[in-house]
């Protein structure tokens, strides 16, 4: 079955600090990657996506490539800020599994940035 | 605005008390899903609908029901709560396979 696992938190870094999270991936068929963020008392947003092999995902300074050879969608960011700190979501979802799109999710990772 | 929205926010129960958390959605997505989302265990997928009166488990059903009668609502049904239901619950929406999936701002579960 389809599987991510993401680097285990927390992760405490100060602000200006580069930030990197890994991510790597089992799946079937060609998966869609995405990070996903969650800001304390509110819902998953997306954060970028990568749709296919060596395409980049960016969005808000993050950024993360697809690596099909590594099966790794990794998250940086060269300087993080005090509004960064969140919860942050690796997630695929596959072309197979018939008419399901359900998100498969890592177990989060908890970044926490200080002035 | 587009948006997923679910009610209530929070609730504490009692074991036994029927409750329905509601989803509704402005997008006109076809696909709906609920999410559970437990310390240490992420994100597990509860029931999914592809469209109007289609619905299925996903990965953790047991406990759960679902209806899908109009196409913005996909509410959750919880017959007959008990505590290992207690949870931060997400309903999402997507447009096609592939996208990404718009959630709501969850619902915090507690039944004692």
């Known amino acids: 079955g389809n599987s991510v696992t993401q680097m285990e938190g927390p992760v405490t870094l100060s602000e200006e600090a580069f930030l990197t999270i890994n991510c790597t991936y089992t799946a079937t068929g060609y998966p869609s990657l995405f990070w996903y963020v969650q800001y304390p008392g509110e819902g998953l947003q997306l954060l970028l996506k990568a749709t296919k092999a060596d395409d980049k995902g960016s969005n808000k300074g993050f950024e993360a490539t697809y690596r099909k050879e590594t099966t790794s969608f990794h998250l940086e960011k060269g300087s993080v800020q005090v509004s960064d700190s969140a919860v942050y979501f690796c997630?695929?979802?596959?072309?197979?599994?018939?008419?399901?799109?359900?998100?498969?999710f890592g177990k989060g990772t908890l970044l926490t940035v200080n002035p | 605005e587009a948006q997923v929205t679910q009610n209530p926010r929070y609730l504490i129960t009692v074991t036994g008390k029927k409750l329905t958390v509601t989803c509704s959605q402005n997008m006109n997505h076809e696909y709906m899903s609920w999410y559970r989302q437990d310390p240490g265990l992420g994100l597990r997928q509860i029931y999914y609908?592809?469209?109007?009166?289609?619905?299925d488990k996903g990965d953790v059903p047991e406990g759960y029901k679902v209806s899908r009668k109009e196409k913005r609502n996909f509410p959750l049904i919880l017959e007959s709560p008990s505590p290992n239901q207690t949870s931060l619950y997400f309903c999402?929406?997507?447009?096609?396979?592939?996208?990404?999936?718009?959630f709501g701002d969850g619902t915090r579960l507690s039944i004692l």
């Open positions: 999402a929406s997507s447009s096609s396979r592939g996208q990404p999936q718009h």
């Open positions: 609908s592809m469209n109007v009166e289609v619905t």
């Open positions: 997630a695929l979802s596959t072309n197979s599994g018939g008419s399901n799109y359900k998100l498969t």
